[in-house]
């Protein structure tokens, strides 16, 4: 298994959370929630109001996102889902744990609040140039007041 932070659209609660809990694609067992442990712009680009971290370590914000253990069957998926590694490109990253639900471990090996964990995360160094100067954010949320509401795919023409 993998561990995979998400920070967009797959988070609970978002337009594509649906694909994170679907059997079909594979095994994802949510395991609580994080932030990145060095700063990044996270912005929300393009037509389709598509949230993007920027691979740019050190300005922004700490991002918030949701911490999962998936399999490989669910690795290959998000990959494909995430265009990896044309649009974003998949690598590991350091985040630490705000808060663990996952109790299926045995609790002498439980990361606590503050643990700072290796995940692997979708980020992109493949962006256009002006994305640098666009709103950052700290937490991804579609629905938020910046009014950028994100197109689902198939509702894109």
């Known amino acids: 298994m993998a561990r995979v932070f ?3 659209t797959l988070k609970k609660g978002q337009p594509n959370y649906p694909h994170m ?3 079909a694609h594979g095994t994802s067992l949510f395991q609580g929630r994080g932030l990145t442990v060095e700063k990044y712009p996270l912005v929300i680009a393009g037509k389709y109001n598509i949230p993007f ?10 991002v918030s996102g949701d911490i999962y253990s ?4 669910m690795l290959q998926f998000l990959d494909e889902f995430e265009s990896c590694p044309d649009m974003y490109q998949r690598a590991p990253m350091k985040i630490e744990v705000v808060e663990w639900e ?6 002498e090996v439980r990361p606590g609040v503050n643990s700072i964990l290796e995940c692997d ?3 992109t160094s493949t962006y256009q140039p002006e994305w640098i100067h666009l709103p950052y954010y700290d937490n ?4 938020g007041k910046h009014k950028l509401e994100y197109v689902l795919r198939e509702s894109r023409n």
């Open 6 to 8: 998400v920070y967009g």
């Open 21 to 23: 809990i679907n059997g």
């Open 53 to 62: 971290l920027l691979n740019k370590p050190g300005i922004g914000h700490r």
């Open 70 to 73: 998936v399999d490989d069957q």
């Open 102 to 107: 996952d109790k299926s471990s045995a609790p």
């Open 121 to 123: 995360v979708y980020s």
């Open 140 to 143: 991804y949320d579609s629905f």
